[in-house]
């Protein structure tokens, strides 16, 4: 019985380099750890009102809302400071008319909320920097107050008057 001898050239030694490579990088993507939560180091930064808006919360949902109640990114546990303020308002949906026209109307059971967030942060060119988070107007989050989660576009960033 003969034995044929394996031979490895430079081109199959570089494609299993780049196999186990590839093997190793979907492995840390899948099983790597969950993201730390950051958390906004009081002392960086300075105090900001960000302004968020929801168009249709469920009326049961809103009237949970309390004021003074911690406020977080909902998706990564990230502190966004204090609620110091909410309102409720009609609900507010888009839909076509009969015309193909888009109008706007109200969603029975369902109110808009605006939520006003005391954050501290820090001004950046492209937003404001909170923690290891960047808060751009128009960005679209879940934010928690206290045990009230609501999917919310940030409709205002301004300086927050110092105490």
């Not at 490579?21 to 300075?46: H, I, L, N, W, Y």
């Not at 128009?138 to 205002?156: A, D």
Request: glycine residues 10%.
């Amino acid at each position: 019985m003969s034995q044929k001898k394996v031979k490895f050239n430079i081109v199959d030694i570089i494609v299993i380099l780049i196999l186990i490579a590839g093997v190793a990088f979907v492995g840390v993507k899948m099983f790597g750890g969950q993201e730390p939560a950051a958390a906004a180091d009081p002392a960086a930064g300075a105090p900001y009102l960000v302004t968020f808006h929801a168009d249709c919360v469920p009326e049961e949902v809103a009237a949970t809302l309390t004021v003074g109640s911690k406020s977080e990114n909902a998706s990564r546990n990230m502190d966004l400071g204090t609620l110091v303020d909410f309102t409720t308002a009609e609900s507010v949906i888009y839909g076509f008319d009969s015309k193909g026209n888009c109008v706007a109307s109200e969603k029975p059971g369902y109110v808009s909320v605006t939520l006003v967030c005391r954050v501290t942060g820090t001004q950046e060119p492209t937003g404001l920097q909170v923690g290891q988070f960047m808060l751009n107007v128009g960005h679209n989050m879940g934010v928690r107050c206290g045990n009230t989660e609501i999917n919310c576009n940030v409709w205002n960033i301004t300086p927050a008057a110092t105490e």
